[in-house]
């Protein structure tokens, strides 16, 4: 049923979105192996009350649009709240983006356009020093971009940096489960600033990462159940999930019907199991480490590539 999940508002922006997100760069991996698997995944999440459909123009080196606009063809594009992200900080690298993704995404016009992996102490400069924000309010002026965002997953102070700038973001990406709340810690310091400003909070990594193994569940105590449930728990928007099946995406449609809020208990309990090992970033490798870093922001740094 269309209804199935609750849903709740994006920031100011007047929208409602289903509390749990599709991630693109999931759906795109199944894709590379079989097209109507990865087709199935997505209408069975449309079908479940999942209407928040994440992206980028980096994913699977485009693979990742390009499946999910396969998969949003015969009307299903009109079912869902399609959010992709901008891999370039610069006026023409933001305007070939923009033109690949609605390509791909076979759209003309993208929900939500995020600025992608604002992980860099320079990063929130560049948007704006480089031209990319400046083509991003032409793009929306336009109609091809309804509201702008950013993501990153490295640290809060490049989010704050962020939310200091002069325009009103509709949306911020960032990572959100229990080990966060101990290590550069998004949940204590970013998300209060985003209720503040009226900014959606969008969650992401809920497990630690990993593209194929869970690291959370996989090295600790703590559950996948509870990695999503205390995610959800938080005042996020949405919760931007990565299924590899379509039995993943029945356990967390599970927990999103009819979903109530942890105590505070319960959400300290969960906390008290992350503790012990999560003040160093073993577990959210993608702040403490590089290996989560696309290809196209190494490139604009001059890292080695991964």
């Known amino acids: 049923m269309a209804d199935g999940i609750p849903k709740r508002a994006l920031g100011r922006t007047g929208e409602q979105v289903s509390i749990l997100g599709l991630g693109g760069a999931h759906a795109g991996r199944i894709g590379q192996k079989d097209r109507s698997e990865a087709k199935r995944l997505m209408h069975a999440a449309i079908d479940g009350g999942i209407i928040f459909f994440d992206n980028a123009w980096d994913y699977h080196d485009g693979w990742g649009e390009e499946m999910m606009g396969i998969g949003l063809e015969g009307g299903h594009r009109n079912r869902v709240f399609l959010m992709t992200k901008n891999c ?23 929900d939500l356009w995020q600025f992608h992996e604002m992980n860099y102490d320079n990063d929130p400069d560049w948007v704006f020093e480089r031209g990319g924000m400046k083509f991003a309010l032409e793009a929306q002026k336009a109609g091809k971009v309804r509201f702008i965002g ?3 997953h490295k640290d809060p102070s490049i989010h704050l940096k962020m939310l200091a700038k002069p325009y009103a973001w509709a949306s911020a990406q960032m990572p959100i489960n229990p080990m966060d709340a101990f290590y550069r810690s998004f949940q204590n310091e970013v998300v209060p600033v985003c209720v503040q400003k009226g900014v959606g909070v969008i969650g992401m990594k809920s497990l630690g990462g990993g593209p194929t193994v869970a690291r959370i569940p996989a090295k600790t105590l703590i559950t996948a159940e509870q990695c999503v449930r205390y995610a959800l728990s938080l005042p996020v ?70």
């Open 88 to 110: 370039a900080p610069d006026y023409d690298g933001s305007r070939k983006c923009l033109e690949d993704s609605l390509r791909r995404l076979k759209t003309d016009r993208i």
């Open 150 to 152: 950013f993501t990153g």
């Open 237 to 306: 928007s949405t919760l931007v999930r990565g299924y590899m099946s379509i039995g993943q995406l029945e356990q967390d449609l599970r927990i999103a019907r009819g979903f109530t809020p942890l105590s505070a208990t319960e959400m300290a309990g969960i906390r008290a199991l992350a503790k012990p090992d999560a003040g160093d970033g073993r577990h959210e490798l993608f702040k403490s480490t590089q290996v989560f870093d696309g290809t196209p922001h190494r490139k604009l740094h001059g890292f080695e590539l991964g």
